[in-house]
Every structure is written in structure tokens, then in C-alpha cells.
């Protein structure tokens, strides 16, 4: 058990916790997809070290998409990303639980190009959901830890968004 726990693949899932930890901690959409960034190459590193390899390939190309949504904000490149998502998972998963990677990257692609601030938030909460059922099912400790925690970290930020804007809101009235 312990050597499950604290061998290569298993530290990377830890690495790529840390890193997503700080990602959905940030309040500043382009400090949150630069680390994203990053977590997603550790993260695919992790999945490869794992055998999960439509997960791994999915990180990939949200690194791919993070990367672009940086400069980019347009709806033809999520539409671009998107279609190469759901190809890739058609050709490439064989079985239906592999699609949930691939449904997560899909759904933070839309969020990531088309939304900002909460919104993008709220939808990437459902990203992770689809990621978190991923984790589990491929036996990533680091992932199952990193998801539970973007998504109370995530919900956090969403909440501390929303005082904020009622307090501008207030000073404005």
C-alpha cells in the first residue's frame, strides 16, 4: 500500500494537486490559466506513468487549449478544440468510462475561450466533476485529491467573486 502510494506516477497526481490548488486559488483569470498551464503537463506525465493514456492524451490537449486561451478568446478556436476533444475521444477511447476526461477538457475548453470571471468558474466546477469521476475510475490518488480540491477551492473563489461584486454594487448604489 504505502509503495502505491509514494511511487513516480503517484507524486506527479501530488505535483499536479499542488499546482491545481494554486490555479483556482487565483482571482486573476490569466494567473489562474498560466499555472493551469503547467498542472495539466504534470498531469499528463502522471496519467502516462498510469497507462491512462486518453486521460494523459486529454491533458495534452488541455495544455494545448490553456495555452492558447491565454492570448486567444474566441469562439471558432474553442469550436476548433472542441471538435479535435470529441475526434480524438471517439477514435482513441474504448470503452464509455473514457470518456469522462474527455468531457471534462471539453467542458473547460468552452469555459476557458467563451466565459470569464464566475461563469468561467461555475462551468469549470463541472469540468472537474468530470475529471474527479476519472480519477477515481483510473486509481490517481493525486487526481482524486486535486479535483476535490479545485472544486472547494474553485467554489470558494466563486463565493468570494460574488461578495465582491455585491460590495462594488453597494459602493455604486
Given at each position: 500500500m504505502?509503495?502505491?502510494?509514494?511511487?513516480?506516477?503517484?507524486?506527479?497526481?501530488?505535483?499536479?494537486?499542488?499546482?491545481?490548488?494554486?490555479?483556482?486559488?487565483?482571482?486573476?483569470?490569466?494567473?489562474?490559466?498560466?499555472?493551469?498551464?503547467?498542472q495539466n503537463l504534470?498531469?499528463m506525465?502522471h496519467?502516462?506513468?498510469?497507462?491512462?493514456?486518453v486521460?494523459?492524451l486529454?491533458?495534452?490537449?488541455?495544455?494545448?487549449?490553456?495555452a492558447?486561451?491565454?492570448?486567444?478568446?474566441s469562439?471558432?478556436?474553442a469550436?476548433f478544440?472542441?471538435?479535435?476533444?470529441i475526434t480524438?475521444?471517439?477514435?482513441?477511447?474504448?470503452s464509455i468510462?473514457q470518456f469522462?476526461?474527455?468531457?471534462?477538457?471539453t467542458?473547460?475548453?468552452?469555459?476557458?475561450f467563451?466565459?470569464?470571471?464566475?461563469?468561467?468558474?461555475?462551468l469549470?466546477?463541472?469540468?472537474?466533476?468530470c475529471?474527479?469521476?476519472?480519477n477515481?475510475?483510473v486509481?490517481?490518488?493525486?487526481?482524486?485529491?486535486?479535483e476535490?480540491?479545485?472544486?472547494?477551492?474553485?467554489?470558494?473563489?466563486?463565493?468570494?467573486?460574488?461578495l465582491?461584486?455585491?460590495?462594488?454594487?453597494q459602493?455604486?448604489?
Open positions: 504505502f509503495e502505491q502510494l509514494f511511487n513516480l506516477p503517484q507524486l506527479l497526481g501530488i505535483a499536479a494537486f499542488i499546482l491545481g490548488v494554486l490555479s483556482f486559488y487565483q482571482r486573476n483569470d490569466k494567473k489562474l490559466k498560466a499555472v493551469m498551464l503547467i504534470v498531469y506525465t496519467f502516462i506513468l498510469l497507462g491512462s493514456y486521460s494523459a486529454s491533458s495534452l490537449l488541455s495544455a494545448c487549449r490553456t492558447t486561451a491565454i492570448y486567444v478568446s469562439k471558432y478556436v469550436l478544440f472542441v471538435i479535435i476533444g480524438f475521444g471517439y477514435i482513441v477511447a474504448d468510462w469522462f476526461p474527455i468531457l471534462g477538457t467542458i473547460g475548453t468552452i469555459s476557458l467563451l466565459l470569464k470571471g464566475i461563469p468561467m468558474r461555475v469549470m466546477l463541472m469540468g472537474s466533476g475529471w474527479l469521476t476519472n477515481i475510475l486509481g490517481s490518488y493525486g487526481g482524486i485529491l486535486l476535490s480540491t479545485v472544486i472547494v477551492m474553485n467554489s470558494i473563489t466563486i463565493l468570494r467573486l460574488v465582491q461584486n455585491r460590495e462594488k454594487q459602493l455604486v448604489s
